[in-house]
């Protein structure tokens, strides 16, 4: 199971949780440090995870090659794929918002979740039962003003979780988006205040959608992006 973000808020529970089911955890990341104690937590519970440290931003696609030939060499195949990098430098109007923030949150967002998918197809292929998800934001919310190039690229995750599963509905490989509900991270605390944001939850509250959705019971909802209640 390879989870992209890993030492974020969800990607972090995910990965806990994903362990403790089981999995044998890939966490990948930039912030090595953040990446070592999600490492540590996981490693408490008396699983073994892979470490794959990795920057989005500037990684190109022979880079996803490599990890993915790298992931064939110590796994021999994929059972999952779970997107929770993001990039979101604070609300601001489209106007003033700086040329290279808008491209990076496009980038990391978007583009760099489709180059790894890619890369990882081959793998996800030979197992029996793969899945892809990714962790899309409230669209309603995200199409507001000032959201700018984060809420363009949530647009874009959701298009791709429909057109990706149209390609692959016959295959062995599930497509699917997990929209959890309003969460106490630090990518949220960037557009509100903490002390007046009283429907936000734990990452936690959304690890075992995260779970559900890479195992067999998410077929249920191949193709869509799911809503859970926390």
Known sequence: MLVAGAHGGLGSAASLACARAGARVVLLGRRVPKLNRVYDAIAREGAEPLLYPLDLEGASPDDYAELAGRLQDQLGRLDGLLHCAAEFRGLTPLQHTDPADFARALH??????????????????????????????????????????????????????????????????????LQPGPMRTALRGRAFVAEDDRSAREPEAYAGACVELLSAAGAAHRGQVWAPHA
């Open 108 to 177: 990391v967002g978007l583009t760099t979740k489709w180059w790894l998918t890619q890369a990882c197809l081959p793998l996800l292929s030979q197992a029996a039962d793969a899945a892809v998800v990714f962790a899309v934001d409230d669209l309603a919310r995200v199409r507001q003003a000032y959201w700018g190039g984060y809420g363009i690229a949530q647009h874009g995750l959701a298009a791709l979780v429909g057109m990706l599963h149209a390609e692959l509905a016959n295959s062995r490989v599930r497509v699917c988006g």
